[in-house]
């Protein structure tokens, strides 16, 4: 019994110092308290946001052809797949601060080397992006890259955008959700997602005016489809 009582005494301790560092700097650090209240209880509709999602329209037909060239060669399963990262043809990616990967059941999380610096930078300018209107600490999500011809197989099931053709098969593809966010906030609107698509777009959209990738808004898949452009 006593054993019990030391640790209520010990987790009340633990709890109430807590409390206490995040009431200091909620009442002492004003940056801090605008933060947290732009980022988790902020519920303003951010309408200066312009649509980009719409300009993103490339079409596979127009670059598939180059992406096979900047690629690697269709990988026939994941032994196949396993070959060409020991060789280091594709590289792991790795989800953290920029971004979150989903579990995937029809690819694999790996990429050339020239995708994932892409996907990086992506990811760093829409975290820079979105920081500055309170969403500091949200991701977007990926949904699939790297394919094999027998994923393409058991896609083909239940997506009717996958094909013998698609850059997914060359590592030099991937789809980033925009349904779907990881987002730091206490209550998340249909404004708030409406933004992060479109600010995601937008980054998207001025790396594509670079010459540095393909994009395809997805709008039965819920993606925007991104392919890496080698100059």
Request: with cysteine; hydrophobic share 35%; aromatic share 12%.
């Amino acid at each position: 019994m006593r054993r019990i009582r030391l640790k209520k005494e010990y987790r009340l301790k633990f709890w109430g110092f807590l409390f206490g560092v995040f009431s200091l700097c909620f009442i002492f650090i004003p940056q801090f308290n605008r933060a947290f209240i732009a980022n988790y209880f902020s519920r303003k509709c951010i309408n200066h946001q312009q649509i980009y999602s719409k300009k993103l329209n490339d079409r596979i037909t127009d670059y598939s052809a180059q992406a096979r060239l900047t690629g690697i060669k269709i990988c026939s399963d994941e032994n196949d797949l396993a070959k060409r990262v020991i060789s280091g043809q594709l590289v792991k990616v790795r989800g953290g601060r920029k971004y979150k990967i989903e579990s995937m059941k029809h690819s694999y999380p790996y990429l050339t080397t020239d995708s994932r610096k892409l996907l990086n930078e992506i990811g760093r300018k829409y975290r820079k992006k979105i920081k500055k209107e309170g969403f500091k600490g949200s991701r977007f999500i990926i949904t699939s890259m790297t394919r094999t011809s027998e994923n393409i197989k058991g896609l083909g099931k239940t997506n009717i955008n996958a094909s013998e053709n698609s850059p997914h098969l060359n590592g030099n593809a991937f789809d980033i959700s925009y349904a779907r966010f990881s987002i730091r906030k206490f209550h998340v609107t249909e404004c708030d997602k409406w933004y992060m698509k479109e600010a995601l777009a937008e980054v998207i959209y001025e790396l594509r005016k670079e010459k540095k990738c393909w994009a395809t808004y997805e709008k039965q898949q819920g993606c925007f489809h991104v392919v890496s452009r080698v100059q």
